[in-house]
């Protein structure tokens, strides 16, 4: 039988606070195991949680980016269960009242449209870490309380995706938005951003969804496709022999790109949440929610539309610049010093993302071309100062060495030449050494004049005015 | 009856407490009279009265994003039955 597969994705995004959710300590990650605890975190007797109100601030953010509408009156709820990262033994979230709800994003799969809901935002706390760490003779678990406590946003999609590419789609996109907030650093693999799925198969045209399975541990978009994939056949082979899907958490394991299931948490799905007694409602103003909006960043979309219409580049071009904040950041920042967008967007597409990636894929904003010098470089050649050819010579070594293009030019003597008579005295050389091709061409094989601009442009070590250079063979060739 | 032998075990076992067959006998009377006198409450018409999530008349308490800092390793780890380096020890957990 065909079937239509259904996805549904569960976000935790861990928020780039400085401190945790409900106490004072820091959120850095990497540091010595419960170095960064106290006995709020630590869950110890009579210990009492106060909200971080920046975790309020960022989830209005979020949720005003994905259109969802904001809870004017939040409550706390516990979710209980036993589990030896949960000090507590309760998880401090939120139930009935999410701060965020009925929101969606645009997504958009081999260019088709679609909206994917957003059912619900809520504000949460992280549990500890499991390790099990190489300490000899300890083959116990190992507890790491340092992310306790650290504030989450569970962001809940409708079930909404009918494919892979559709949930991809959907989880990049909002990893776009979270890294633009800035309220999120979207460190996949250190666990900053993580994904579950819910997949289930339906008949291909029934509306009745089939049972679902749950799929966790997935950090990375290749593991999600992978994860999905998988699980869509395992659902589809246990259909075709007419069994049943059961409904249960399975873990993704990368090492065999397959699922399996997570045995016995299934009980412990009774999680009796109550309104948390600690901690009181937070009531959300419509000042607070204008205030926020009117300090959100111009999003991606946003963006990519206004460098079309203002700018004139093309869809590939915007959407390319648009992927991270600091790369549309660097790209804005030299085009107004340089007010030609086309010849910027290709430079920063082109030399700029080439010599990151070569660099160890430096993030943009550590360029050691800032915007500034890379304006600088781009006038130089406008001017016809130096060549195109030159100015990427120029700006390797700027890249190399962080000094100005004026200073390289002057240094290595890479001024472009434009004065006529001493390009006419290569352009001769060229022709008296080359007699044979001269004849040819002046014979019909116009293709060689290709080779001529080839030859001027290596006797002058690429310094010539290519305009000046094609004039002049021009006019010697058909002379 | 209020609630039944089965529900207190399946609470029990939500709390992890392991109750002999007469501690269940002994809990499931008790529990039953404590629910049955809080029934009287469903006398009261609470038509249209938003549900008390909270019994103080307070709201908005937060603090600011700034580090007051932590207790240290050592002051966190000093109740725990079992340790290893600077982690909390636990029976192995397989996931």
Known sequence: ?479 | MKITREQVEHVARLARLELSEAELDTFTGQMDSILSYVEKLNALDTEGIVPTSHAVPMENAFRADEATGSIGVEAALANAPLRAESFFRVPKVIE
């Not at chain 1, 593991?223 to 999905?228: E, H, V």
């Open chain 1, 1 to 479: 039988m065909k079937y239509q597969v259904v996805i549904g994705l569960e976000v935790h995004t861990q928020l780039t606070t400085n401190t945790k959710i409900f106490c004072g300590c820091s959120t850095r990650f990497g540091a010595e195991p419960n170095s960064q605890t106290c006995p709020v975190c630590l869950g110890l007797p009579g210990a009492l949680p106060v909200l971080n109100r920046q975790v309020v601030e960022y989830a209005i953010r979020a949720g005003l980016a994905t259109n969802c509408s904001i809870t004017k009156r939040n409550v706390f709820a516990r979710k209980n269960y036993f589990y030896p990262d949960l000090p507590k033994g309760y998880q401090i979230s939120q139930f009935d009242l999410p701060i965020c709800q009925h929101g969606h994003l645009d997504i958009e799969v081999e260019g088709e449209k679609k909206r994917i809901g957003i059912t619900r935002i809520h504000m949460e706390e992280d549990a500890g870490k499991l390790v099990h760490a190489d300490i000899p003779g300890v083959d116990d678990s190992c507890v790491d309380l340092n992310r306790a406590c650290t504030p989450l946003l569970e962001i809940v999609s409708e079930p909404d995706m009918r494919s892979p590419d559709e949930a991809i789609a959907y989880l990049k996109k909002l990893h776009q938005i979270v890294m633009y907030l800035g309220i999120c650093d979207g460190n996949l693999e250190e666990g900053s951003f993580r994904c579950d799925a819910n997949v289930s198969l339906m008949p291909v045209g029934s509306t009745v969804f089939g049972t679902r399975a749950e799929l966790k541990n997935i950090n990375s978009f290749k593991f999600i496709k992978q994860a999905i994939e998988y699980e869509i056949e395992r659902q589809a082979e246990i259909l075709d022999d007419g069994g049943k899907v059961v409904q249960e958490t399975r873990l993704f394991d990368p090492n065999t790109g397959t699922t399996r299931s997570m045995r016995g948490k299934e009980e412990a799905h009774d999680y009796r949440y109550f309104p948390d007694p600690d901690l009181v409602p937070v009531i959300i103003s419509d000042d607070w929610i204008e205030k926020v909006r009117g300090g959100l960043p111009e999003l991606p979309e946003t963006k990519r539309a206004r460098f079309m219409s203002e700018l004139g580049l093309s869809e590939y071009d915007a959407e390319v610049l648009v992927a991270s904040r600091e790369l549309a950041q660097y790209f804005e920042d030299t085009v107004a010093l340089f007010p030609q967008a086309k010849t910027v967007s290709n430079w920063v597409m082109g030399e700029v993302t080439r010599a990151l990636n070569d660099d160890n894929n430096r993030s943009i904003a550590q360029c050691p071309v800032t915007p500034a010098l890379l304006a600088d470089l781009l006038k130089l050649m406008e001017k016809g100062t130096i060549s195109g050819k030159i100015a990427k010579t120029v700006f390797d070594e700027m890249y190399k060495t962080g000094k100005t293009p004026e200073k390289i030019v002057e240094e290595k003597g890479l001024v472009q030449v434009s004065d006529t008579g001493a390009i006419e005295a290569m352009v001769d050389e060229v022709l008296e050494k080359n007699a044979g091709q001269v004849a040819e061409y002046r014979g019909g094989k116009e293709t060689l004049f290709g080779f001529f601009v080839g030859q001027v442009m290596r006797a002058s070590k690429g310094k010539a005015n290519p305009a000046v250079v094609n004039e002049l063979l021009l006019k010697k060739l058909q002379g």
